[in-house]
């Protein structure tokens, strides 16, 4: 019942931009903070961004601020992830999350299939 598409990864040159969406289905959206979480090489989901259930606050970790913007459209049932001037190293599988907030996965019940980006010239 609960679904969520995730679309917008791909192959992006450093400096690039891109745009990720996730359309969520089967449960109030609006109901739910959302963010995004994204793979390490070990196999654990770091996080990345998040956002509050009325898009009134927003948090990210260090590495992407000021790069990245994390929006929501509740209407849409949708959560974007805006990359901008990317690296190399933001290269990872990306995950749209619903839950409670924060930045431990463990506060997120809702996941995504996951969409690759890669960062490469």
């Known amino acids: 019942q609960v679904q969520f598409v995730e679309s917008g990864g791909g192959l992006v040159e450093p400096g690039g931009s891109l745009r990720l969406s996730c359309v969520a289905s089967g449960f109030t959206f609006s109901d739910y903070n959302m963010a995004w979480f994204r793979q390490t090489p070990e196999n654990e989901r770091a996080f990345v961004a998040t956002i509050d259930r009325s898009a009134d606050s927003a948090l990210y970790v260090d590495s992407v601020r000021g790069r990245f913007t994390i929006s929501r459209d509740n209407a849409k049932n949708t959560v974007y992830l805006q990359m901008d001037k990317v690296k190399p190293e933001d290269t990872s599988v990306y995950y749209c999350?619903?839950?409670?907030?924060?930045?431990?996965?463990?506060?997120?019940?809702?996941w995504g299939q996951g969409t690759q980006v890669t960062v490469s010239s």
């Open positions: 999350a619903a839950g409670s907030g924060g930045h431990g996965p463990s506060s997120y019940k809702y």
